[in-house]
């Protein structure tokens, strides 16, 4: 589900995708210290849970930088289903970035190619038309060998590369997690041998497994263990969201009464993809001029438009429900009901008729599933839906 807010007098609130550019709300300061750890050839872990706006962030830090003259590339690992695909797009970015004017491919391009890249033997094609360059490598591999070596050896001629050109460079990876899931700890390594050594390139790692990324960057022995340091996303300030939203409302003529706004962010507890969906759903209700709408935004209302956005994705909800266990759902239940807190204690696994160990499971489960996530803010950890939308839902369906 996407929308994006028609440039004009159409609907101000945009989810789905990245918000374009000029609506991102706040995020100076992460925007600052993204771009200055470019510019001075850090290596940096953005970390955030899903739907915070971390793809929304690169993409400005990708538009500002390029402005400077920073070669930026950027790819979102969940794209690709293997390493090679990765290293033969960043590949092509490299060189339809590092080696001037795509036209003159050819004599200039096949040089630097065999230079920098020479060990993987790569292929490259040049599609006037379409103006796009395709990448392959003609180096054999075992079926069973890992490709994670082609994309270290890219990385390792896109450093060769930049130190040549003396141009700024980044490779920024979203959800870069994907790259260790499968090849765990051996394939951390296999990155951080060639990263740590490289001093004309910078990172941003992305990623959205907020405890594994954690673990990953913090724990002594880990091979990423201090490779950089760590930027983590939090919810937009509502100093920043809640002018953002009421602004949007009132610029199109809406009464906003007090205590509305808020009341939004407290149903979705501030996730901005849900803020800006359940905005986005009160403005449409609000011009469709529906029962009780007057032209005012109210808690009330707003309360209409969750359950509105809960019904519609009823299907994908009761779908997700049934795939649970007996054992999932009450422990499902029990992070609502307790607001995530003291999960394993005696008073909440009574109260919905678990014990610790299968509470403990259960939950293990759902954060593996990405249903929940763990939040760690002031020495205080609580479990959250990660779609707050789905505790609405549930609600709405087993009311009596
Ligand atoms: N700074 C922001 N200002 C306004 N809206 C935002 C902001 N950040 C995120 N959002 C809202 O959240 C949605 C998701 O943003 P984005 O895709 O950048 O998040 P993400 O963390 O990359 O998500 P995912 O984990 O799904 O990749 C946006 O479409 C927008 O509705
Ligand atoms: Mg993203």
Redesign the pocket.
């Known amino acids: 589900m ?1 929308a994006k807010a028609h440039r004009g007098g159409g609907n101000p ?7 374009h550019a000029d ?5 100076e300061e992460e925007l600052r210290r993204l771009k200055d750890a470019v510019r001075n050839g850090e290596r940096l872990f953005l970390i ?12 400005v830090v990708q538009q500002q930088l390029e402005r400077e003259g920073v070669v930026v590339l950027k790819y ?1 690992v ?1 794209k690709f289903e293997s390493a090679e695909l990765l290293a033969r797009a960043l590949l092509a970015g490299a060189i339809r970035a590092l080696a001037g004017a795509a036209e003159k491919i050819g004599a200039v391009v096949n040089r630097q190619l065999k230079r920098f890249f020479g060990s993987l033997k790569p292929e490259v094609t040049y599609d006037v038309m379409q103006q796009s360059i395709s990448v392959s490598f003609g180096v054999t591999r075992g079926p069973k060998d890992s490709d994670l070596p082609l994309l270290t050896d890219v990385l390792d001629g896109i450093e060769a590369m930049a130190r040549a050109g003396e141009k700024t460079v980044a490779v920024v990876l ?2 870069f997690q994907q790259l260790v899931a499968s090849g765990g700890v051996a394939a951390e390594r296999q990155i951080r041998a060639a990263v740590q050594t490289h001093r004309h390139v910078s990172y941003i790692f ?1 990623g ?1 497994k907020t405890r594994l990324l954690t673990d990953m960057t913090s724990q002594h022995g880990r091979p990423f263990y201090r490779m950089g340091s760590s930027l983590f ?1 939090g919810p ?1 300030p509502r100093s ?2 809640i002018p ?1 939203i009421r602004d949007g409302f009132e610029r199109h003529g809406f009464k906003v009464a007090a205590g509305a706004v808020e009341h939004i962010l407290d149903l979705v507890e501030d ?7 359940l905005a ?1 759903r009160c403005w449409d209700l609000l011009c469709a001029g529906g029962p009780g709408a007057q032209g005012a935004l109210t808690s009330a209302f707003v309360d209409r438009a969750l359950e509105r956005i809960a019904l519609e994705e009823d299907p994908a909800y009761t779908q997700l429900w049934m795939s649970l266990t007996e054992v999932q759902k009450k422990a499902l239940k029990a992070v609502i009901a307790s607001g995530g807190r003291l999960l394993l204690s005696k008073a909440v696994t009574t109260e919905h008729s678990l014990s610790a160990a299968s509470m403990q499971k259960a939950l293990k489960a759902l954060n593996d599933r990405g249903i929940i996530r763990e939040e760690q803010s002031l020495g205080d950890a609580r479990l959250r839906l990660d779609d707050p939308f789905l505790a609405t839902w549930l609600k709405a369906a087993q009311s009596t």
């Open positions: 996407a609130f945009e989810f789905g995708q990245a918000v609506s991102i709300v706040d995020r955030g849970p899903r739907r915070f706006g971390k793809t929304s962030l690169l993409n979102d969940e979203d959800e992305a959205s996303l937009v920043a969201f953002f996730v901005p993809y849900s803020v800006q969906r986005h």
